[in-house]
């Protein structure tokens, strides 16, 4: 019962952010510079397009069914015409969609699984290098700007020694048969994946460190030594088993700051991505495109967090269960 | 706890020490980057060849032989005035923030020659600059010419430009010389295809830059202001850093920068954390509804994506860096005020409030004296630690696009370096710096912060 209402819970207000975002978006891409109409028709488009966008968006209601139309539409993905390619957003999205998933699916999956493994080296050795090497990459992902960590690494292994490519997701013209377009897809995924990986394993490293340490000081552990179980055991078993909740909440919990940081990688390596789309939407002041995209970033943060929520609902006894708490 | 017991356990550890000796590295910088560097950073362009480098890589027997360029100003007091004929008065004037020399001719015949001598470094110049702005006002009777000329060491003179006879009442002129320019070839004898860069600068040593000032005796009195001379023989290596694509000195924009780095985290953290004190306080000690709200909307900020909203808003509000640093600020407060929140609930139960609520202590008074004094340590160890994080979004904004073109921050410098072609050049120099300094920096603060939460938590002493 305490866990349904936890949800439900969660659920009211995962829709009253989605509200704010709707809100926020109509707002804000209204009173951007020029008059409401010019952030949805562009004079490069044809009279009949901008009959369309017009009719589309209610353009000659009032304000407030205006917004209403709006909402209407943002949830049905429909955000209007590119103002660049006069092609609806939707589809450009789309195209680049596949893009940015695969680049930060692999990037958090590397990241996760290296700064991991770290942090358990890092806890069962004391003292170690491993743990000295942890603690500064942990420092260095908070204080290394990720732009300019990426900014060396395009320096060193694309410029300098010119070993992988400079920008792109793919050669052109792409090889052919499918064995060698792999190779060129994941040789252009390389190094972007790579940047990523190395700012987001410091952390997660940092993280799984402390929680180690903790969980390695408690009663049960020191039960498990005085029964004689091999240590190996009793880190990967009793230890890490322990600290594996957090680290599912934190997974969820981190991905609004990844979605986020596609923005600057993308643009760093020139990747089709959503995040790129984004940037370059809002500095050319193509706004049925920036409004797309950032609806789609908002919309993938809203749910990421509202998952994390209800791991840590379902891992978390107290709250499963209704005892203590709040 | 005293102050001096603070001051000896943060004494006691390493990385707040070393933090604090990298934040003073960098305040000194900021405090005297005029001193540091006598170009501005970004209004002085073509001090050498675009994208030239760093002057010592002429150590590297690769780049000995580099040309080693030379710029400068000469300001109004750094002419050595003679006068060679009449009575000539000279004074300093200031007109609109620069300085000018006045000269001030009496009627009848008059002629000042202004020199200056400076040590020439390099070897055979291939392009020469000259600029000078000067204004001159005379009675209508007034006739005065301005000629420019140049000593080699070996006391040869060169005269590449002169004025036409100045007649009317009142004249601003702005003279210009390159030595590409085809009439100051031709002033030198040179044809065409000459090169009057390499017959002027052959070779280093001292050379003397000549204006001479004459008035025919017929004329009436004339005044002559005159102003900050430019010299630019550019060079394929420059200064400390080398330059930009634009020829402006890349260590004024690495030093003016850290003005802005500093200027920006702090006041952003500043605001942040004010922000989240107050919301903080508010919500743990009023409660009920207010709590509840004040802690949703802490919710709904933290759940947005940041870089997205902050690039959209920064768009919208236009690029300045104060919109920056409210910006980052208004994204910035809600972990200090959930913090200071779950302080102020643990010292709302505390028998010296309860005792202050009973002796009939308003609401805002027990917040502000009470309450306020008691999370103020804590609220300091997370303002350190909010500035590197707003130092870091300020560059992040900057190198997309979103910073203030106008201020040579670090964030700029990188975009610069990424748009015009830093890295096809493989221009570590210009990469580098801007990118090491937003590191340390960051760094700094949190080396710091980190300790100072170490001290000043009361969880972290009990362990």
Known sequence: MHFIRYILKRLVYAAIILFFILSFNFLIFRVMPGNPVGTLQSPNMTPEMKQLVAEQYGLDKPLKDQYFIYIKNLLKFEFGYSFQTRRPVKDEILERLPNTLLLLGTSTLLSMILGILMGIFAAARRGSVAEHLTIGSGLLAYSVPTFFLQLLLLLAFAFFWPIFPIRGTMSIPPPTGFFPLLVDRLHHLALPALSLTIIGAGSWALYTRNAMSDALCQDYILTAKAKGLAPRRILYHHAFRSILPPIVTLFFLSLPGIIGGAVVTESIFSWPGVGRYLLSATLEANYPAAQGAFYLIALATLISNLVADLAYGLVDPRIRVGQGGH | ?463
């Open chain 2, 1 to 463: 706890m005293t102050f001096r017991s603070f001051a000896k356990q943060y004494r006691q550890s390493r990385p707040g020490m070393v933090g604090l000796g990298i934040l003073l590295f960098f305040v000194v910088i900021a405090i005297f980057a005029p001193l540091l560097t006598s170009y501005d950073p970004l209004k002085d362009m073509n001090l050498a060849n675009r994208m030239a480098m760093p002057a010592w890589f002429r150590i590297f027997p690769k780049y000995r032989d580099a040309l080693q360029g030379t710029a400068f100003h000469i300001t109004a007091d750094e002419w050595d005035v003679k006068t060679i004929e009449g009575e000539i008065e000279t004074a300093f004037s200031e007109q609109e923030g620069d300085d000018y020399l006045q000269l001030n001719f009496p009627e009848g015949a008059g002629k000042v020659l202004l020199t200056h001598t400076f040590g020439y470094p390099s070897d055979t110049a291939t392009v020469f600059e000259i600029g000078l702005i000067y204004g001159i006002s005379q009675l209508d009777s007034g006739n005065a010419a301005l000629s420019f000329s140049i000593v080699d060491p070996n006391g040869k003179t060169y005269s590449p430009w002169k004025s036409q006879n100045h007649r009317s009442t009142m004249e601003v002129r702005k003279f210009s010389i390159d030595s590409r320019d085809m009439r100051v070839k031709t002033a030198l004898g040179l044809g065409p295809f000459g090169d009057a860069a390499k017959t002027v600068f052959t070779s280093s040593g001292e050379y003397s830059l000549n204006i001479l000032m004459e008035k025919t005796p017929e004329s009436g009195p004339v005044t002559i202001d005159l102003g900050k001379m430019t010299f630019v023989v550019p060079g394929e290596v420059h200064g400390v850093l080398g330059v930009d694509h634009l020829g402006c000195d890349l260590w004024s924009q690495l030093a003016y920068g850290t003005r802005f780095a500093l200027l920006i985290g702090l006041s952003a953290a500043f605001i942040a954390v004010v922000v989240g004190t107050t919301i903080g306080i508010i919500s743990g000690y009023v409660g009920g509804f207010i709590d509840e709200i004040l802690m949703r909307l802490a919710d709904i900020m933290l759940s947005v994506p940041l870089l997205p909203i902050l690039i959209i808003l920064a768009a919208f509000f236009g690029k300045s860096i104060w919109n920056t640093v409210i910006l980052i600020a208004v994204f910035a407060w809600m972990g200090t005020a959930r913090m200071v929140r779950s302080q102020t609930l643990s010292l709302r139960e505390q028998t010296f409030v309860e005792a202050a609520r009973a002796a009939g202590a308003s609401q805002t008074y027990i917040m502000w004296h009470h309450i306020m004094p008691n999370v103020l340590p804590l609220v300091f160890a997370s303002l350190v630690l909010l500035i590197p994080s707003a130092i870091l979004f300020e560059s992040t904004l900057s190198f997309l696009g979103f910073g203030d073109p106008s201020t040579p921050t670090w964030g700029n410098m990188l975009q610069n370096a990424q748009n015009f072609g830093a890295f096809t050049r493989l221009a570590w120099w210009w990469i580098l710096p801007p990118g090491l300094a937003i590191t340390l920096l960051a760094m700094a603060f949190v080396l710091i912060g980190n300790t100072l939460n170490e001290i000043l938590d009361p969880r972290h002493q009990e362990r």
